[in-house]
């Protein structure tokens, strides 16, 4: 009954426009006016139709920005639904226009423009060269680092269409032989040509994007840009609306490439300031570089048991399998999957460790399943459930070492006396108190070779002052430095209710508390 109950909810809610959701767009219109400039320049603007209201309401403040600049603001639309992510037993439902009608009711009213294109490839028109490119490249994948690889008119979106598959079919690694990475391939081609087509057409001055990862937001991004079209991601950073995505990390994340030349700039105060930071957090509150945990690592209350015997502790702690894993420049494994399995194997060779894998507390659903199906193979290996306090496992396991690939692990860990290592591109790549593996070989020797490892690991505990150091300098700049492209900053209050709607959804609380902020800018 609970579980009837739920689908008929979940639709209401898709085909409903509620009075709080009507309420919160006379509240956006009503509030949002901002003093208008002598600019009086013409010019298209394209909008992703991002289904959730945090990326909305920021769009929209974003937008009004734009009007008061310029003398007229045209809006095309992106739609995103994807018949692809619509392959339940009630699929028949959700590939109805119905579906999808109430969020693009929500973004036709608020911007007043049009749809002008969309990712759904049901509502598309493919060429016959779609589909030859597509069987092409398709049939000459050989293995998974092939998909990374593949380039379509000179763009690189082989990346885009691993994550996409991932979370689509909610699966840890790729299937090369997959018929529906073939479909995500096809579509992929199309989506590039017709936002080709639509950039040379229109001479686009801005795109607005939640996130830079999958295809349907990656594709646009990629295509426009190289045209010349500022793109604006709107992904949660402190106090600002949005961060203009600079060639030199193409991604939504925080452009900690500037980090290097940035800390040795920074004075003993401003580094005081990172290293209470990250005490705070340790207390458990949640800062503004983990703004999408639920809840603080270190407020949770579980414990893990210590272990009696003379082998050696490393934590491997776990990514969200299917969740964008190449958010960043460069990773030395095609996936988080393939990088957990051969860590494991490799720290078996001589069975000289305890190996434990620390659940990630923000992992979707399906990857316990994963983990157990691991755990039938690997019996020797244990699992630290998400709930246990980072600093019981300090306390109790005293780890050797820990694994991640790019986790925020790699810092807090290293505060607490642990040597991270990491397995990709991550924002504390230029600071050494960590180390990343330039490539498999270099990995493989760490996780097998006792004199590689304890000279990597003699040279951490050598530094523990640095090191701390160096970890005050990174949590300041991640936390508490205005980068260059970062854009219009917001009011505390406005922050501080964005950031609770993105994390609860709450649409009910954010319009009582919405109406209520006094400036929505800083």
């Not at 396991?397 to 694994?403: A, T």
């Amino acid at each position: 009954m609970n579980r009837i109950i739920n689908v008929l909810l979940h639709f209401y809610k898709r085909f409903v426009v509620s009075g709080d959701e009507k309420i919160l767009i006379d509240s956006l219109k009503k509030e949002c006016h901002f003093k208008i400039s002598d600019n009086r320049e013409n010019i298209v603007i394209l909008v992703q139709m991002a289904e959730d209201f945090y990326f909305l309401v920021k769009f929209y403040i974003a937008y009004k920005i734009m009007v008061s600049k310029y003398s007229n603001v045209e809006v095309h639309l992106i739609s995103l639904a994807e018949p692809l992510n619509k392959r339940s037993k009630l699929g028949f439902i959700k590939n109805t226009r119905l579906y999808d009608r109430k969020w693009s009711y929500l973004y036709k009213t608020l911007f007043e423009g049009n749809v002008i294109t969309t990712f759904d490839s049901s509502k598309s028109k493919f060429e016959k060269t779609h589909y030859e490119s597509a069987k092409l490249i398709f049939s000459s994948l050989k293995n998974k680092t092939d998909v990374l690889r593949i380039r379509y008119r000179g763009h690189e979106i082989g990346n885009l269409i691993y994550d996409y598959f991932l979370r689509i079919e909610n699966v840890p690694t790729v299937d090369i032989n997959s018929q529906v990475l073939y479909e995500v391939i096809l579509n992929s081609l199309r989506f590039v040509d017709e936002l080709d087509r639509l950039g040379d057409h229109y001479k686009y001055k801005y795109l607005f994007t939640s996130y830079l990862t999958y295809t349907p937001h990656g594709i646009p991004a990629k295509i426009l840009f190289a045209k010349g079209v500022k793109v604006l991601s709107f992904c949660p950073m402190k106090n600002f609306l949005y961060k203009e995505v600079l060639p030199e990390l193409f991604s939504h994340v925080r452009d900690f490439q500037f980090y290097g030349d940035l800390k040795v700039k920074l004075s003993n105060s401003q580094i005081d300031i990172g290293l209470k930071n990250l005490q705070d957090r340790f207390k458990g509150k949640l800062d503004s570089s983990v703004y999408y945990m639920r809840e603080s690592n270190y407020s949770y209350n579980g414990k893990v048991e210590k272990i009696e015997n003379e082998k050696k502790n490393v934590i491997i702690y776990l990514h969200c399998f299917f969740d964008s894993p190449h958010i960043y420049r460069s990773m030395i494994f095609p996936d988080f999957y393939e990088w957990l399995v051969f860590s494991i194997e490799k720290l078996n060779v001589d069975n000289d460790f305890n190996v434990f894998l620390k659940k990630h507390p923000n992992g979707l659903n399906g990857n316990d399943k994963i983990i157990t199906d691991l755990l039938q193979k690997y019996q020797d290996v244990k699992v630290i459930d998400s709930n246990v306090n980072n600093i019981n496992i300090v306390e109790n396991l005293k780890p050797f070492f820990i694994l991640t690939v790019y986790g925020t692990i790699a810092y807090e860990m290293a505060y607490l006396g642990v040597p991270v290592f990491c397995a990709g591109d991550n924002p504390h790549i230029d600071f050494d108190f960590q180390y990343t593996f330039k490539n498999v070989c270099e990995y493989e020797k760490f996780l097998t070779n006792k004199d590689v490892q304890d000279s990597l690991i003699s040279s951490f505990n050598n530094k523990s002052l640095e090191v701390k150091k160096q970890i005050g300098q990174f949590v300041y700049l991640h936390t508490e430095v205005k980068l260059q492209n970062q854009k219009v900053e917001m009011s505390d209050e406005l922050n501080e209710i964005m950031i609770d709607l993105f994390k609860t959804g709450d649409l009910n609380v954010f319009v009582k508390k919405f109406e209520n902020v006094k400036n929505i800018l800083g």
